[in-house]
């Protein structure tokens, strides 16, 4: 891992010129869940950024962001943007590979340039989201228009769903 993953995604987005604050957090509360609830802060401007990749055929990669309160479309949005076949979550030594950042810190700033962002058209519509700071122990706030200067990024309707309902449990 690179020691300074945190700092390289700090310099994206300084580059980038966008607007954001960095948070030091404990690493044992990386998960958003988690996270959110440990230091109070809002699930709504909360944000994933997920590696998937593919597995028929092998080799297509990219990053997906999407609210903590939807689910990312894996099985039908995703594998259409990629037009795979099949498609899964990365695991955590692949994640690494593609990203230099471990599960937990994953963000969509500082990546390679070739490795495809798809960020939840419902992102946009944010004055502010919280993602990954590149490591367990960061994460960052940022003003979802850095979006637009991103070559790598494209902006995606219905790349997630919103989780349903819970029900009752009773007849209706």
Excluded: W
């Excluded at 044992?28 to 990749?53: K, M, P």
Aim: hydrophobic share 40%.
């Amino acid at each position: 891992m690179t020691n300074n993953i945190a700092q390289r995604v700090q310099e994206a987005l300084a580059a980038l010129k966008a607007d954001f604050t960095v948070i030091d957090i404990d690493p044992a509360y990386t998960h958003t869940v988690d996270f959110c609830s440990r230091y109070g802060h809002s699930l709504e401007q909360s944000a994933n950024a997920i590696v998937v990749a593919s597995k028929r055929p092998v080799g297509r990669n990219a990053v997906c962001v999407a609210t903590a309160t939807t689910r990312l479309d894996v099985n039908r949005r995703v594998r259409g943007l990629l037009g795979v076949r099949k498609l899964s979550f990365a695991p955590a030594e692949l994640t690494m590979q593609l990203t230099d950042m471990e599960i937990g810190g994953v963000t969509p700033f500082g990546l390679p340039e070739d490795l495809p962002v798809y960020v939840d058209a419902r992102i946009m519509s944010l004055n502010q989201i919280l993602v990954g700071g590149g490591n367990r122990s960061t994460k960052i706030y940022v003003n979802p228009e850095v979006f637009d200067r991103m070559r790598s990024v494209s902006v995606i309707e219905d790349l997630a769903n919103p989780f349903p309902e819970p029900s009752s449990g009773g007849p209706a």
